[in-house]
C-alpha cells in the first residue's frame, strides 16, 4: 500500500482544514487507518484511527470534539477534518495504514505503512 498524505498549510486559530491521504495498492478496505503527527522536537503522535469498515473511530483525548476522520474505500481515501485549530495542533501530520490492530493500540512502530506527511501550521 503506497500512501499520500495531503491538505496541510498555513491557517489561523480557530480556522479549519481538512487532510486526504489517498491510498493505492492492495486492499485498502482491509486496513485500519491512522493520522499521526509530530511537532518539531517531539515524538511523533496517534491523533485518529479509523476501523476499515469505517464504523468506529478513536481519537487521542486533545482533538476529541475538533477533528473528524472518516473513509472512503471507494475512493481508496481516508480523511481528517480539523476544526477549531490550536497552535499546538502544528505539525508535520502522516496517515499510516495497518492490517491488524488489538484494541486501539495504535503504536506507530506497529503500523504497516507510511505516507509522507503534511505540515500543517496555526498561527495564533
Known amino acids: 500500500v503506497q500512501l499520500q498524505a495531503s491538505g496541510g498549510g498555513l491557517v489561523q486559530a480557530g480556522g479549519s482544514l481538512r487532510l486526504s491521504c489517498a491510498a493505492s495498492g492492495r486492499a485498502f478496505s482491509r486496513y485500519v487507518m491512522g493520522w499521526f503527527r509530530q511537532a518539531p522536537g517531539k515524538e511523533r503522535e496517534f491523533v485518529a484511527a479509523?476501523?476499515?469498515?469505517?464504523?468506529?473511530?478513536y481519537y487521542v483525548d486533545s482533538v476529541k470534539g475538533r477533528f473528524t476522520i472518516s473513509r472512503d474505500n471507494a475512493k481508496n481515501t481516508v480523511y481528517l477534518q480539523m476544526n477549531s485549530l490550536k497552535p499546538e495542533d502544528t505539525a508535520v501530520y502522516y496517515c499510516?495504514?495497518?492490517?491488524?490492530?488489538?484494541?486501539?493500540?495504535?503504536?506507530?512502530?506497529?503500523?504497516?505503512?507510511w505516507g509522507k506527511g503534511t505540515l500543517v501550521t496555526v498561527s495564533s
Open positions: 499510516a495504514a495497518v492490517s491488524k490492530v488489538v484494541g486501539w493500540n495504535m503504536d506507530p512502530n506497529g503500523m504497516d505503512y
Open positions: 479509523i476501523s476499515w469498515s469505517g464504523g468506529s473511530t
